[in-house]
């Protein structure tokens, strides 16, 4: 069954460091999620992605973010400068090509985070 | 502000009891309502509702939207300890060509033996 796979699993980085964070989505679907989700917090949107380009971001997908898709399978979120706050596990999502099934996102394993 | 709200926020049974997990919102631009199961770390996907009134059904799990009062539930019938999860309740927001996801912040079920 096609998965989303993410990379690294597990990721520490001192405060101010970028972080590149890694997808690959589900082949054929067209709209790519990153979401995150602070220790004993809820999971929060933090941008979409179609067409090659950002169809919507929150507001914590400030300056400080971007999201790249550098290749067919590839889907990337950037951290430019680390900080403590941005410690969370960060998850990648997909949703497919049939209009009636866009909203079914499926998630990777996510990318735990933690800014020393 | 869109809202999601779960309850109960934690939860502990006995196998083979069944459970009923609520969840309700204030959103708009409502698309549909997605339940999803978290164990160890990605949420894997449960159930999909967009209609009220329509129940659906997998296994001893079942779920149903109510778009009037603006709720849905999640039930489990003769739960074992697999299905100790927490259990994520996200309103599909339509917005311009794309999908977003608003998450409730869970219900954790322990099912003791």
């Known amino acids: 069954e096609p998965e989303v796979t993410q990379t690294p699993s597990h990721q520490v980085t001192q405060m101010g460091q970028e972080v590149i964070l890694r997808c690959v989505p589900i082949?054929?679907?067209?709209?790519f999620y990153w979401y995150r989700q602070i220790l004993g917090q809820k999971v929060e949107f933090l941008v979409s992605f179609y067409n090659n380009e950002i169809s919507e971001k929150s507001e914590i997908f400030d300056d400080q973010f971007s999201v790249e898709r550098p290749d067919g399978s590839n889907f990337t979120l950037k951290i430019r400068s680390t900080k403590l706050e941005d410690s969370a596990m960060y998850f990648c999502a997909s949703s497919g090509l049939a209009h009636v099934y866009q909203e079914t996102q499926y998630f990777g394993p996510g990318t735990r985070l933690l800014v020393l | 502000e869109d809202k999601v709200v779960q309850s109960p926020l934690s939860l502990v049974v006995h196998e083979g009891d069944t459970v009923t997990l609520n969840c309700s919102y204030e959103?708009?631009?409502?698309?549909?309502l997605l339940w999803y199961k978290q164990e160890k770390k990605a949420p894997t996907f449960l159930f999909m509702l967009t209609s009220s009134g329509i129940e659906k059904k997998s296994g001893r799990l079942s779920s149903i939207l109510d778009k009037k009062e603006l709720f849905s539930i999640l039930n489990i019938t003769a739960t074992q300890t697999g299905d100790s999860a927490i259990y994520l309740c996200a309103v599909v927001l339509s917005g311009a060509g794309s999908y977003q996801l608003t998450f409730g912040k869970g219900t954790k079920l322990s099912v003791i033996p």
């Open positions: 082949s054929n679907h067209l709209y």
């Open positions: 959103v708009t631009n409502f698309r549909s």
